[in-house]
């Protein structure tokens, strides 16, 4: 059914990349959640007015925040796709994820005036009025809540949009709530005993945690979230595919929407090579990534000794020991400077995430100890750094 409805509303759908495809795909998943959302909540209402549930009028009332939420969902993901101007160089991407955050906020509200509302239904209770057409209705409507959170996971993977992902997981919230509704009208059936309130009470946690949940997601992109591993590895492998890029380091990739990113990174290259030679390889793959990739990249060149013996001795002791310490350990940036009776090795260390203070100052009490033991002539002179990854990426 989602291909379907793919292929015959959005115009070449591949293309996610374009900027009018991805409006179409958000059109597509505003317009199908407020039609089925409208139709749950018109038919939830009038079996809770009929049954006298309160947890079923609160799951319809649910629902038709949910149209709320496709109607913002809508607007968000047109804003976003609004080019650069004066006043917003990098565009308007971000807005998407304001629009990710007003629908969690829908749900979180929702969730409080559940909660509110089943307390008022615990301290006075009232009869329950069950019937066969209030279970069928609202096991089909766990059904098409279980498929609407599928239908907005596939789009939003597919064009990398953190509202329809928040849809989705709101959808499948839904999904629980209406069937723990489902389970105390069983009850009620069954033994006689009214848990209308309290189902209600645990179905308005839910409600509120996927809230939570969705603006704890949204906010991680606007406050800056560490770099995917994914696209870590697909930016250091494209720039270091080309002939004369030694390695990469400090890559940092700056978010201004789902489709639109920038990022830096310093490339070392030989420094016996023309730096008018390197300098032009360096412009051509910003270009390329730009094209390519489709990331606005910065590079940095670093010129490194690579036809150096000593320095690759001392390099190679350095990297000996950093493995026998900590094999998450790295470092980049080595120079090898003579003093009258000192040897200064010159470096950063990378050291992970879960470093503390104290772990950092004994980790460079460690590898000056360890280098200085391997060549007492040898001093470490070392500067000490996080990466911006999200986890130290697969080794080669």
């Not at 470093?355 to 980790?363: A, F, Q, S």
Request: charged letters at 20%; proline letters at 3%.
């Amino acid at each position: 059914m989602t291909e379907f409805l793919v292929r015959r509303f959005v115009k070449n759908h591949e293309q996610t990349d374009d900027a009018g495809v991805r409006t179409a795909y958000g059109i597509l998943a505003s317009a199908v959640g407020i039609f089925c959302n409208l139709i749950l909540f018109a038919a939830k209402l009038a079996i809770g007015l009929l049954s006298g549930s309160i947890s079923i009028m609160a799951d319809a009332f649910n629902n038709l925040s949910d149209a709320a939420s496709s109607i913002v969902g809508f607007v968000g993901v047109k804003m976003a796709e609004k080019p650069a101007d004066e006043d917003h160089p990098f565009g308007h991407g971000r807005i998407e994820y304001i629009a990710a955050f007003i629908v969690a906020f829908f749900v979180i509200q929702v969730g409080l005036e559940l909660f509110k509302t089943s307390v008022g239904k615990i301290r006075h209770p009232a009869e329950l009025a069950v019937n066969g057409t209030a279970a069928v209705v609202l096991i089909l409507s766990v059904f098409v809540k279980c498929w609407l959170a599928a239908f907005n996971r596939t789009l939003g993977r597919r064009i990398h949009s953190t509202v329809m992902t928040a849809t989705a997981a709101d959808a499948l919230g839904d999904a629980a709530a209406t069937s723990a509704t489902v389970l105390s009208l069983a009850v009620f059936l069954i033994w006689k005993v009214n848990i209308d309130g309290f189902v209600g009470i645990l179905v308005s946690a839910a409600v509120m945690l996927a809230g939570f949940g969705i603006a704890r997601d949204t906010l991680e992109p606007l406050i800056g979230a560490p770099i995917d591993p994914a696209v870590y590895r697909k930016i250091t492998d494209f720039v270091e595919s080309y002939d004369g890029i030694i390695g990469t380091h400090d890559l940092i990739v700056h978010n201004y929407g789902p489709t639109r990113s920038m990022a830096t990174i310093h490339a070392e290259v030989s420094g016996d090579v023309d730096v008018r030679v390197s300098h032009e390889l360096i412009d051509r793959i910003e270009r390329d990534c730009l094209g390519t990739v489709g990331i606005f990249l910065v590079i940095h060149m670093d010129p490194v000794e690579t036809h150096d013996e000593r320095t690759d001795r001392y390099r190679q002791m350095l990297d000996e020991v950093l493995g026998r310490l900590d094999a998450r350990l790295s470092f980049h940036d080595f120079r090898v400077i003579d003093g009258t009776e000192r040897i200064n090795l010159i470096f950063d260390l990378v050291v992970p995430r879960d470093y503390n203070e104290g772990m950092r100052d004994t980790i460079r009490e460690k590898v000056s100890d360890e280098v200085h033991r391997a060549d007492p002539r040898c001093y470490c002179v070392m500067t000490i750094e996080n990466t911006y990854c999200a986890q130290p990426p697969e080794p080669d």
